[in-house]
């Protein structure tokens, strides 16, 4: 009673409503930067049952944003860090750690778990999948994603309301919008926008009126406005699951890694990420043109060498080598994860 009496004492919540949150069971895919606030704030406000999915681990960039790691927890597994710091928070709950990739394997055997899910990913591989495994199993997805300095929440399938390919009926065109490691984004903007998350949450768990449901609402972090867009209903149906198919170049991209692109004879290093970005690259035969620059700065390439192309973590490169395959760059490679697996690749050698 002491841990959630501000929130019995509201006159909506009581201790009937803080009964429903006990009860609750939310799981959360992905704990970076969305779902480190969701995870946060849902162990906090005694949500019963929490389930965290994530694959990935800590790394130092990502303590920009993602506040619920330290130094201590780099190299840890996420969904695995994660829990030993809520049980911290609040002992009181179960919490679930799922150190995996989710997939169409296992999706909705995870689902058929829990009452609500929580999209905190980046990618839209595994968005298309939440929502389908959700409309599959009838569950509510509260959705949030981030670019740069905007934000976007909404509450999809709820109560039979739009789903998520309602707003977005296909994926886009593969590596057409980078994700964070790729563009940046301000630190407290996922902080903003899971927050926002975690309060849509708890207003599903406590049947509140007007859920983000057939709506979605956009945050400017640079200049504090928002905007809220109507999503109407459409007729897609989702029969089953399936991998998702990014409509991609029709142009093939071959791939390096970074040990065979050193080995490579007659080659070229072309970096596409901005001049200010770190780390920066210590590569033979390099050179920098940002990717905005690239299609009027093709002379300074040497069409008789091997192109390997690198950026952050291997997704504007890709676009970058279509933009050469039109002027007729045929002998292009993209660097499998960037700069980011070849800093690693070069510490392992030192």
């Keep these: 009673m002491n841990r959630y009496s501000r929130h019995i004492i509201l006159e909506d919540i009581g201790t009937e409503g803080q009964n429903k949150i006990s009860k609750g069971k939310v799981l959360v895919i992905g704990a970076g930067g969305l779902g480190c606030p969701v995870l946060q704030y849902l162990v906090a406000a005694g949500v019963g049952t929490i389930g965290i999915i994530d694959y990935d681990n800590v790394e130092e960039s990502n303590l920009q944003r993602q506040v619920l790691f330290g130094t201590s927890t780099l190299g840890k597994n996420k969904a695995l860090a994660a829990k030993e710091r809520l049980k911290d928070l609040n002992p009181t709950i179960k919490i679930n750690a799922f150190p995996e990739r989710l997939s169409i394997t296992n999706a909705k055997e995870y689902f058929c778990e829990y009452d609500i899910i929580v999209d905190g990913t ?114 897609y149906k989702v029969k089953e699951l399936k991998p998702i198919e990014s409509k991609s170049c029709n142009t093939e991209i071959k791939e390096i890694d970074i040990k065979e692109a050193l080995q490579k004879k007659d080659s070229q290093f072309l970096d596409v990420r901005e001049l200010n970005e770190i780390p920066k690259a210590e590569l033979p035969n390099y050179i920098q043109i940002p990717l905005r620059q690239l299609s009027q700065s093709t002379h300074k390439l040497d069409k008789s060498k091997a192109i390997i192309v690198l950026c952050q973590t291997g997704i504007r490169s890709k676009t970058a080598i279509q933009q050469l395959q039109k002027q007729n760059f045929n002998n292009c490679f993209n660097l499998k994860g960037g700069i980011i697996a070849t800093q690693n690749y070069l510490k392992e050698k030192i």
């Design 122 to 235: 980046d990618n839209f591989e595994t968005r298309y999948l939440i929502n389908d495994a959700a409309v599959l199993l009838n569950k509510p997805v509260v959705y949030g994603a981030i670019y740069k300095f905007e934000g976007q929440v909404a509450v999809f399938n709820y109560k039979e309301g739009p789903t998520y390919r309602c707003l977005f009926p296909k994926p886009p065109k593969e590596s057409s919008i980078p994700n964070c490691s790729e563009v940046g984004v301000l630190g407290i903007l996922p902080g903003i926008i899971g927050t926002m998350q975690a309060n849509e949450v708890l207003k599903i768990i406590l049947d509140f009126n007007e859920v983000l449901s057939g709506k979605l609402f956009c945050f400017n972090a640079k200049t504090s406005q928002t905007s809220t867009f109507s999503i109407s209903k459409s007729n």
